[in-house]
C-alpha cells in the first residue's frame, strides 16, 4: 500500500478533514492525494501560492515577514498553514515552501531549501526544515514524500 493510500485510510477512519498550501511543490502534494480513490472524505482542497502576492491575498501571509525572512521560511511556513486552516476549515492541514530550483536561492534562502508546516487546527503545528539536493524534479519529488511522512506521522503518533 502507498503513503496516500494509508493517508486516505487513516484520515477516513478517523473522520478528519485536510487542507493543504503548496508554493515549490506546485501543488504535487494535493495531486498524489487526490489520485487514490476516495480522497475527497477527507481531502478539502489546495491553495497553491507560487507568488508571494497570493500567499499574502490568500493566505494572510504578511507583507513585512516575507520581506524581513523571505518567502522560504519558519515563519511563511506557519503563516500559510494558518491560512490554509482558515480557508478550508479543516481539522489538519499542511503547507510547504522552498526553493526546488534550478534557480533562485540565496545566502538566506539557498536552493533546496524547504520548510513544512503541519499539524491539528488546535494546535501549534510542527516544523521540518530540510536542505534538499537534486534536480527540481527530484526536490520536489522528495518533498512530496516528505510531506506524507510528516502526515503519517502526525495521525499515527499518539
Known amino acids: ?21 503548496e508554493s515549490c511543490t506546485g501543488g504535487a502534494i494535493a495531486a ?3 489520485r487514490v480513490a476516495g480522497a475527497s472524505e477527507y481531502f478539502k ?4 501560492s507560487y507568488t508571494d502576492e497570493v500567499k499574502i ?27 490554509a486552516i482558515r480557508q478550508f476549515q479543516s481539522e489538519v492541514a499542511l503547507s510547504v515552501t522552498g526553493f526546488a530550483g534550478p534557480t ?15 499539524g491539528y ?3 501549534i503545528p510542527q516544523i521540518l526544515a530540510v536542505d534538499l539536493k537534486g534536480s527540481r524534479l527530484e526536490i520536489i519529488e522528495q518533498t512530496v ?6 502526515l503519517l506521522k502526525l495521525l499515527t503518533t499518539p
Not at 491575498?57 to 522560504?72: E, I, M, N, R
Not at 534562502?109 to 503541519?118: D, S
Not at 514524500?145 to 510528516?150: G, I, M, P, R, T
Open 1 to 21: 500500500m502507498g503513503k496516500a493510500q494509508e493517508l486516505q485510510q487513516i484520515f477516513s477512519k478517523k473522520k478528519l478533514t485536510l487542507s493543504l498550501a
Open 32 to 34: 498524489s492525494l487526490a
Open 45 to 48: 482542497g489546495c491553495i497553491v
Open 57 to 83: 491575498q490568500l493566505l494572510g501571509v504578511h507583507a513585512d515577514v516575507l520581506k524581513s525572512v523571505g518567502a522560504v521560511s519558519h515563519a511563511v511556513a506557519l503563516q500559510m498553514w494558518r491560512g
Open 104 to 118: 533562485g536561492g540565496n545566502s538566506r534562502e539557498p536552493l533546496g531549501q524547504v520548510y513544512i508546516a503541519y
Open 121 to 123: 487546527q488546535q494546535q
Open 145 to 150: 514524500c516528505l510531506a506524507q511522512d510528516c
